[in-house]
């Protein structure tokens, strides 16, 4: 089930970060960094009594001149407005009501996006009320008190925001259809690709970088099967900031992906596979989504017999945190190898939805163990009792040993690709292991 989407929007210093870092700090001191993923989280899943969200920082711009301000807090707010279920509005109490607060208020007002206005730096309650119900003159609601340094007001907070969240029960159809998001950096042909697979011109296509102004759900018929396609959208123009680029594609991907049960990463074939494309797939395996790395252009790159082979080493190497990734090259200007996209769409689905018998998974596991003795130290010896596999999307089992400490990472990366090679790969979908300690008998 897909996570909403809760963006933290406002000026330059009202304390959007430090709000993020108190709501989801801990949480992201926990994830362990993935190679190739930004260290510079903008995004952490959060939970509040028993709804769980995705939170997204839009800060960290930090123009200088008033008009420059002004246009940036209007692009966060477009992003904001665009990807996210329910916005957080940030304002500073302590400097009160501005011109540029007013002005993003209006953008945010017009949207029809659930808004939640948060007045931070209300240090003292008591005293500061009447400074906060100055923020109604925005029309925007009633304006919730915090202190985000003094982690204050919080639950006040995430009360009204979870108020928005959408009823979680839908329709079996919908559940059951395919959700494929498409992402990458801007300009690397996804419009062009979702406009092929539709046959027609519904999204706007053009050589300037990010020229896809809305995140657009698309549903898609093939051989009588449906599937719904998730646009990510460019920027709405091309910044002069490179950092800034990188950051609203990320919020961009962090939305779709979370609507997806699988997400096809767009690589450009002319440019090779970046480490900006590297930050925008980690975000979908850190989500464990089935993943396609689909390498457009294919047409405009000069071929021998070795290129195909060249191209996939090389995303291989960079994308190596997910070397189980399936990598298609296609062209959206052509069509070549578009039918090969649903076809492997479906193949991902089918592996991240596999279940295996705890019987079979447990002959496979002992004949691993008998193959490749567990690691001990200081005379004891790592145990397996028992595997069974709990979940799907992705493909989850919980492995009961005598001593978590003993499992080392290469042991569980070594268990699981004798699953793999013993169930054909279970290519396009990561697999999670979660090790329990149980006492021996």
């Not at 002069?240 to 609507?259: C, D, L, M, P, Q």
């Not at 145990?383 to 009961?400: A, D, E, N, R």
Request: aromatic share 6%; glycine share 6%.
């Amino acid at each position: 089930m897909s996570r909403c989407v809760v963006a933290i929007v406002g000026r330059p210093n009202v304390g959007k970060s430090t709000l993020f870092n108190a709501i989801a700090g801990e949480r992201i001191s926990i994830v362990k960094d993935t190679p190739g993923v930004t260290r510079d989280r903008i995004y952490a899943d959060v939970s509040w009594l028993d709804k769980d969200f995705t939170l997204v920082d839009t800060g960290g711009i930090e123009p200088d001149s008033k008009d420059i301000i002004l246009s940036q807090m209007r692009d966060q707010a477009q992003i904001a407005i665009e990807t996210a279920d329910v916005i957080i509005f940030m304002v500073d109490v302590k400097q009160g009501l501005i011109d540029a607060d007013d002005r993003v208020a209006d953008l945010l007002r017009r949207s029809q996006k659930p808004v939640v206005l948060c007045v931070n730096k209300v240090d003292n309650f008591e005293k500061m009320m009447p400074d906060v119900y100055e923020f109604y003159n925005l029309g925007i609601g009633e304006p919730i008190p915090v202190s985000a340094s003094s982690r204050l007001g919080f639950g006040d907070l995430l009360d009204e925001v979870i108020k928005y969240f959408p009823d979680t029960t839908s329709s079996k159809e919908e559940e059951d259809t395919p959700k494929v998001a498409i992402v990458g950096k801007p300009n690397v042909g996804k419009s062009s690709l979702v406009n092929k697979l539709l046959g027609e011109d519904r999204l706007i296509v053009s050589n300037i970088a990010g020229t896809t102004r809305d995140a657009v759900d698309t549903r898609v018929k093939n051989h009588g099967k449906d599937y719904i396609f998730i646009d990510t959208a460019g920027l709405r123009r091309k910044s002069k900031i490179k950092e800034e680029i990188e950051r609203f594609s990320i919020i961009r991907a962090v939305a779709a992906v979370e609507k997806a049960d699988v997400v096809i990463v767009v690589i450009d074939a002319t440019e090779g596979v970046t480490e900006q494309d590297a930050k925008i797939a980690g975000i979908a395996h850190d989500r464990g989504k089935g993943i396609i790395v689909a390498v457009n252009k294919w047409d405009a790159v000069e071929k021998n017999d070795k290129t195909m082979r060249e191209h996939e080493k090389k995303i291989r190497q960079i994308l190596s945190f997910m070397p189980y990734a399936e990598i298609i090259y296609i062209s959206a200007l052509t069509g070549q190898r578009l039918q090969k996209i649903y076809e492997t769409v479906d193949r991902v689905i089918e592996n991240q939805t596999m279940r295996i018998q705890t019987g079979v998974l447990n002959e496979i596991v002992a004949e691993a163990v008998v193959m490749q003795q567990p690691p001990s130290d200081k005379g004891r010896r790592l145990k397996i009792f028992y595997v069974t596999q709990v979940s799907v999307k992705p493909p989850t089992f919980v492995v009961f040993v005598n001593d978590k400490e003993l499992m080392h990472f290469s042991y569980v990366r070594y268990l699981e690709n004798r699953i793999r090679d013993a169930f054909g790969g279970f290519t396009g979908t990561s697999l999670k292991f979660i090790i329990r300690q149980r006492e021996e008998d």
